[in-house]
């Protein structure tokens, strides 16, 4: 039987596919290549009451993925919303936001960063310093902890399937489970009583929130990869490039050490933060 649904779970060449209905059925992608991610609306036949093929994967709204020179994972599709967590502890880098922001811009998907973790004070000041550029660059920022409350963070939610993205051990399943009491996610606790790796959350899984509202929680990520992005994509992921796009005085200016980047002069001018600057050429290199 012919039926639709959306990838609530991938794992490996394992889906699990919430049918129009509302009933899951685990799914196996038809082909050796799979190329389906959570969050994607699916074409499935379904060979019995357990089991079903997908034949096809409907066309996306938005796709999250990283990728470097050999391959690309992706992260989920048909988010409209990504929120990066990041915590107190253990200490985060920011060099890995600017990667996730730079993949949110490069597909309009509008960002916002949690700083979770925020009962553990000693931290504190200095993880809010770490985000000072972003917050410039007004990509809100809200300070919770998914231990005491998740309120400031559900209106966020709501009419959006959003993606939560970070490194492992921010709290991402934490906060899925503070936000969603049935959802049941696996925290580090529990891998820890299992004794499973660094890594909880070994795949995406898809919850949802209410009728129209999904949350999306995902592995951690040690690295962000965008061998994908052409240089112009990349240099749009930085908002705070844009005014200054088509002024160097070199075309096709790679705003490293050319006479007349504008992008250079505002990093000396400390109008752009030297270490976005700083990512924006390690990620740079080799793109076209
Ligand atoms: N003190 C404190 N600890 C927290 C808070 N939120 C999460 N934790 C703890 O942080 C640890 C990691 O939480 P997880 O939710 O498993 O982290 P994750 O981001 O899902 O990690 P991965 O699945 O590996 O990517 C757990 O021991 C949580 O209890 C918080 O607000 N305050
Ligand atoms: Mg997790
Ligand atoms: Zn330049």
Do not use: W
């Not at 012919?2 to 609530?8: L, N, Y």
């Not at 996306?60 to 050999?70: A, Q």
């Not at 930085?238 to 096709?252: S, Y």
């Amino acid at each position: 039987m012919k039926r639709e649904g959306t990838v609530i779970a991938a794992h490996g060449r394992h889906y699990l596919v919430e049918l129009d209905g509302g009933e899951v059925l685990p799914c196996f992608p038809r082909g050796k290549k799979s190329e389906v991610a959570c969050g994607d609306r699916a074409a499935i036949t379904q060979s019995n009451d357990t089991q079903g093929v997908i034949d096809s994967v409907l066309p996306r709204k938005t796709l999250l993925y990283r990728s470097n020179e050999f391959r690309q994972k992706l992260i989920a599709a048909n988010v409209t919303q990504i929120v990066i967590v990041v915590a107190t502890e253990p200490s985060f880098s920011d060099d890995l936001v600017t990667r996730c922001l730079v993949a949110a811009e490069s597909q309009d998907i509008p960002a916002l960063i949690v700083l979770n973790k925020c009962d553990l004070t000693e931290r504190l000041a200095f993880a809010r310093r770490t985000l000072e550029p972003f917050e410039r660059l007004h990509y809100p920022i809200l300070n919770l902890s998914a231990h005491a409350s998740v309120e400031v963070l559900r209106p966020y939610l709501s009419d959006q399937t959003t993606v939560l993205v970070g490194q492992s051990g921010m709290g991402k399943s934490t906060l899925v489970n503070a936000l969603i009491p049935d959802a049941n996610a696996r925290t580090r606790e529990i891998s820890e009583a299992l004794d499973s790796g660094k890594h909880t959350t070994t795949h995406a899984t898809l919850y949802r929130l209410d009728e129209r509202s999904a949350l999306i929680d995902s592995p951690g990520l040690q690295e962000f990869g965008l061998h994908h992005l052409s240089l112009l994509e990349l240099e749009q992921g930085f908002r705070e490039f844009r005014p200054l796009h088509g002024h160097c005085r070199f075309r096709n200016c790679r705003h490293d050490r050319e006479p007349g980047c504008v992008i250079r002069e505002a990093v000396e001018a400390g109008e752009i933060d030297r270490n976005r600057y700083t990512a924006f050429r390690a990620l740079s290199i080799g793109l076209r």
